[in-house]
């Protein structure tokens, strides 16, 4: 552990009660997509509570919090809306109670991905403490609308609300970790079409569902066939949905969705791979950071789910990573769970990555345009 990073421990540790607090809080508040607002407005609240230099809901939903006004624009992102929680009963504590014990803090929400809002923002006010580097702007966004459609949030705040950051470190867990891209996804309709007959006399009538029946065999074994990457992994498809229904469907589906603000989203459902060079800046600064606070490099890595970096990286080229505190593994399971003591060391980390990417400015913003190749 570096100088720098054993005070930025120690000041980070003088939060961690409060970090605590606002952890649990988030978790006790129900907030599936599309429906966070009240989610939101605690967020609001806290944010407002830590004196940042500016404050704001976007017109989609989202929190948005910025310190400085530098010509380097970091994003710090953390979704906050969660997935259901499925049968209460197969929980071994109550979702939405945020249970604090032995050390970590349990709930909907605890990995995936509340500790990131949670540390994120307590990373910026002890940044401003520190003082934020005149060539520096720092941007929190706590997103909605992840887990409906992932992406969206960073497309809407990118391309309608004007805010472009030069990059992006995302707060999916990484357990302490740097991951540096993601495999894509696509969403697709198969749509077979047959004719309708009274089950009494199926033969007068052709069974649309029949007709899909070796399709869905083919996908099958197409899955068995899929590349495997040395870094993403393996490539894989599925069949996630049957219905039968008397209109015709799109065959290109699309997301179409009202937000908590009643904005309307829509856009269609393709989420780009996408891959940043272990070599690239943004990635070293991340990772030196990491090191500064845990005296030891972080291991590059990947996510093997989906991210708001389909948008970021994928759609717009703009460099981005992910580091977190929390077991990937544990997202979307009755037993999320995330250590405190990492809650502690995660704030550290992120109120260094400023100063860590000013080393690294000029080379930042010489891409410009961000074109970064994406995977």
């Not at 830590?50 to 992102?77: E, H, Y």
Request: proline fraction near 5%.
């Amino acid at each position: 552990m570096t100088q720098r990073g054993a005070d930025a421990l120690a000041a980070a540790r003088r939060y961690e009660a409060d970090v605590v607090r606002f952890l649990r809080d988030m978790i006790s508040i129900p907030a599936e997509s599309l429906q966070e607002a009240e989610r939101a407005e605690r967020i609001y609240k806290e944010y407002e509570r830590l004196g940042f230099d500016d404050v704001f809901f976007d017109r989609l939903g989202n929190v948005i919090a910025r310190v400085g006004g530098g010509p380097l624009k970091i994003l710090m992102d953390g979704h906050f809306d969660c997935v259901g929680v499925g049968d209460p009963t197969a929980w071994t504590h109550d979702p939405f109670e945020g249970k604090y014990e032995a050390g970590k803090i349990w709930g909907r929400g605890a990995v995936d991905e509340l500790p990131a809002v949670a540390c994120m923002a307590y990373a910026a006010r002890l940044l401003s403490e520190r003082g934020v580097p005149d060539s520096v702007t720092v941007y929190l966004s706590a997103t909605v609308m992840e887990e409906d459609c992932d992406g969206y949030c960073l497309l809407h705040l990118i391309e309608k609300e004007g805010i472009r950051p030069d990059v992006v470190v995302l707060g999916e867990p990484t357990d302490l970790n740097v991951y540096r891209g993601q495999r894509g996804r696509v969403e697709a309709t198969i749509a077979t079409r047959g004719v309708s007959a009274h089950a009494a006399h199926p033969e007068r009538g052709v069974n649309a569902l029949y007709k899909i029946a070796p399709i869905i065999q083919d996908i099958a074994a197409l899955n068995d066939r899929l590349p495997d990457d040395a870094f993403l992994g393996k490539g894989t498809v599925v069949v996630s949905s049957i219905e039968c229904t008397t209109p015709s469907l799109n065959a290109v589906p699309e997301y179409e969705a009202t937000s908590w603000r009643g904005e309307e989203a829509k856009q269609e459902k393709y989420y780009p791979t996408w891959v940043l060079p272990e070599e690239h800046a943004l990635v070293r600064g991340v990772a030196d950071a990491v090191s500064a606070v845990l005296g030891k490099p972080p291991a590059i890595s990947r996510w093997s789910f989906s991210t708001n970096g389909v948008a970021s990286m994928g759609r717009h080229g703009i460099p981005t990573v992910g580091f977190a505190p929390g077991l990937e593994e544990l997202a979307h399971t009755t037993e999320e769970w995330v250590a405190v003591e990492d809650l502690v060391r995660a704030i550290a980390v992120y109120s260094l990555i400023p100063d860590s990417l000013v080393a690294h400015k000029d080379e930042l913003l010489a891409a410009g345009d961000h074109r970064v190749r994406s995977g």
